[in-house]
């Protein structure tokens, strides 16, 4: 008789419990943790939710949840748990992300020569003569290799004349570096200097006398180089921008400057 009193009374709590688990919705999230309770309404971006024996609502991201087995009994999906697979492309997208953590590319120089036109063998040269001091200067920096450089973009078909049809953030991402280098050489020519020197020798012979004279001239320019650099980071934020004149005269001043401004970067280090 006491045995089947026991065995009524246990059937009759379980039904109870039952019954009481069945009136909430249970909210499975994709980390595997189960939320019990009542989900009070659904939004495009998220649901709201009211735990069990609580009054306090909150707010749960949809793309933290898996899935909801509402007390109806029917289930609704949002968003697959992770796998092994997906948890190992996530950890390799990470992984690319820091890979290009202090990776530096200098892109090719707009160098405008004297004449006013553009010339790209010289703005070629500018960008190795620019990755050639970073790699001496910023040695807390990887300076990615102009010739890897000049090939992504290349295979891109970008050439100077549409290179500002990216923004940095996008160039950043297609070089799969975090900062790029930019920069402008404008060389102007200020002035023609001329020089010319004249010596008169005579000599004489008994009654007769000769004499020679000779002249030479010579000209030189002088030349305004204009230096302009500027950093941004794979944000698209600038970290740096600065335009430079040089000092001295000569159409190849640039180097002095390009270092000069170099030397006041972020990424210079003693």
Same mark, same amino acid.
């Given at each position: 008789?006491?045995?089947?009193?026991?065995?009524?009374?246990?059937?009759?709590v379980s039904v109870m419990t039952f019954a009481q688990e069945g009136d909430f919705d249970k909210v499975v999230k994709v980390n595997g943790e189960e939320m019990i309770g009542k989900?009070?309404?659904?939004?495009?971006?998220?649901?709201?939710?009211?735990?069990?024996?609580?009054?306090?609502?909150?707010?749960?991201?949809?793309?933290?949840?898996?899935?909801?087995?509402?007390?109806?009994?029917?289930?609704?999906?949002?968003?697959?748990?992770?796998?092994?697979?997906?948890?190992?492309?996530?950890?390799?997208?990470?992984?690319?992300?820091?890979?290009?953590?202090?990776?530096?590319?200098?892109?090719?120089?707009?160098?405008? $020569?004297?004449?006013?036109?553009?010339?790209?063998?010289?703005?070629?040269?500018?960008?190795?003569?620019?990755?050639?001091?970073?790699?001496?200067?910023?040695?807390?920096?990887?300076?990615?290799?102009?010739?890897?450089?000049?090939a992504t973009l290349l295979k891109n078909n970008l050439t100077p004349d549409n290179l500002i049809g990216l923004t940095p953030q996008e160039m950043a991402h297609l070089l799969d570096?975090?900062?790029?280098?930019?920069?402008?050489?404008?060389?102007?020519?200020?002035?023609?200097? #001329?020089?010319?020197?004249?010596?008169? $020798?005579?000599?004489?012979?008994?009654?007769?006398?000769? #004499?020679?004279?000779?002249?030479?001239?010579?000209?030189?320019?002088?030349?305004?180089?204009?230096?302009?650099?500027?950093?941004?980071?794979?944000?698209?934020?600038?970290?740096? #921008?600065?335009?430079?004149?040089?000092?001295?005269?000569?159409?190849?001043?640039?180097?002095?400057?390009?270092?000069?401004?170099?030397?006041?970067?972020?990424?210079?280090?003693?």
């Amino acid at each position: 008789m006491k045995k089947t009193v026991f065995l009524t009374l246990l059937m009759l709590v379980s039904v109870m419990t039952f019954a009481q688990e069945g009136d909430f919705d249970k909210v499975v999230k994709v980390n595997g943790e189960e939320m019990i309770g009542k989900v009070v309404s659904i939004d495009d971006t998220s649901i709201q939710f009211i735990y069990k024996g609580e009054s306090l609502k909150y707010t749960v991201a949809k793309s933290e949840i898996n899935k909801i087995q509402f007390s109806s009994g029917r289930v609704q999906f949002f968003t697959e748990a992770p796998t092994a697979e997906t948890s190992t492309t996530a950890a390799q997208s990470t992984a690319g992300l820091q890979d290009h953590h202090n990776l530096v590319a200098v892109l090719p120089f707009d160098y405008m $020569n004297s004449g006013g036109s553009r010339d790209d063998k010289m703005g070629l040269k500018v960008q190795s003569d620019c990755y050639t001091y970073l790699r001496k200067k910023a040695k807390l920096f990887t300076i990615q290799d102009p010739m890897t450089t000049n090939a992504t973009l290349l295979k891109n078909n970008l050439t100077p004349d549409n290179l500002i049809g990216l923004t940095p953030q996008e160039m950043a991402h297609l070089l799969d570096v975090e900062y790029v280098v930019y920069g402008t050489v404008v060389i102007t020519q200020t002035g023609v200097t #001329s020089t010319s020197s004249n010596s008169y $020798n005579s000599k004489s012979d008994g009654n007769r006398y000769s #004499s020679s004279n000779f002249g030479s001239s010579s000209s030189s320019a002088s030349f305004n180089t204009n230096v302009d650099l500027k950093i941004y980071n794979d944000q698209g934020q600038n970290v740096y #921008s600065d335009t430079h004149d040089s000092f001295w005269p000569s159409e190849n001043a640039y180097e002095v400057t390009l270092n000069y401004l170099i030397k006041r970067t972020p990424l210079y280090s003693k």
